[in-house]
């Protein structure tokens, strides 16, 4: 764990879901905006871009929010992300390799834990369902579920002062994703997208290939070498 | 991680969330009894009654299942059952102490990673909502909701291959329960359910009520000493 003094008063909170690249970190710094004092949550569950996490922090502290990271142990394999003899597939159709089993439905279920606990009002998750990957687990539809499944299943849900989980990036394009981050001051700089977590973006994966679109549509130039 | 060589040869797959009470024994003997090899997930989650995990431990064993132990490090305490310096209610009414935010949500969520994962069929929860805590998520619309949640959320969902989320107990009574178990084989001697976790059954908190009462309403005699 790490965290910051954020001296936040008496400012609403919410648990943010932080992965480090552009989407939850625009979606951080929009929480922000909204008034929200915020606390981070960062999952180590593997990944093989595990510099995404490093980012994640450093995101974090940039904002001045508090952060835990969570450590995951799935020792069960079966994705592109978490299995290095599974290759990284290039940019294409269908539901990829890098699916990984559930990952947000774990996430955000940590993510009520945490904010049913400190008492936060809502939770935030920069999924996106226009330039991305098909992962199920990033659709409005799924979303809808889930807050049905949170508010029955939680005492904050049944006493009817529910956590809120938003999603404030679910329909818009990688391009105005950029542009809003952009306005927002979002450090673009120390965010991380690509998958196979190499010393530089390998350009050929999915993530690398919609951060790439994204910025070249939004006419702004990424600072990430 | 402990394993059994269970020889399931073709067997259609289950996992089954396991705690090492009465309800989750009986429903892990009822999946055997549907003809599911069974996998058993038991979570180390901090809870003062940590001897419940070796009770689900001999029970997976005795079932001659294989089983992992999840630990998961809830450092933000609030609850009864996290937190020593709480005290555990005896049984009375509305939500007690004892809840722990969003607990089942994310049992479900890593019960569905391992399913999607080892491509078992179904997961079975011993979750009750009569003889209960009042916990939000053990009552029925609960899991009516979860259900979508996961069939819109994961690749076997969208694929229409999803996985059953089975709850054989949700409607019965601590005494149904009982029988069933009994006439299942369940080793009621290694189940523990007081919340306290001392040496000995406290009878008097919210679990060794409902237990005290099954057994008295079933007529069958607590091995427990």
């Given at each position: 764990m790490g965290n910051r003094n954020a001296g936040n008063g008496n400012k609403k909170q919410a648990v943010v879901l932080l992965s480090g690249g552009l989407d939850s970190s625009t979606t951080l710094y929009l929480a922000k905006k909204s008034g929200f004092s915020c606390f981070c949550l960062i999952f180590d569950y593997g990944q093989r871009h595990h510099r995404e996490i490093e980012s994640a922090k450093r995101i974090a502290e940039t904002a001045h929010c508090h952060y835990r990271v969570i450590k995951l142990n799935f020792l069960h394999k079966g994705s592109a992300l978490l299995d290095r003899n599974v290759e990284v597939p290039k940019h294409g159709s269908g539901?990829?390799?890098?699916y990984v089993p559930a990952r947000n439905i774990i996430f955000l279920s940590f993510a009520l834990f945490y904010a049913e606990t400190i008492g936060a009002k809502a939770v935030f998750i920069g999924a996106n369902a226009i330039d991305y990957s098909g992962y199920p687990d990033c659709r409005p539809q799924f979303y809808r579920a889930f807050r049905k499944a949170a508010a029955c299943g939680t005492k904050s849900g049944v006493e009817k002062r529910g956590i809120k989980i938003e999603t404030p990036l679910i329909d818009k394009s990688k391009a105005e994703i950029i542009k809003l981050g952009d306005r927002l001051g979002v450090p673009f700089s120390l965010t991380w997208s690509c998958y196979r977590g190499g010393a530089h973006p390998c350009k050929r994966c999915d993530s690398c290939y919609y951060r790439r679109k994204g910025f070249k549509e939004a006419k702004i130039k990424d600072p990430l070498k």
């Open positions: 539901i990829p390799q890098t």
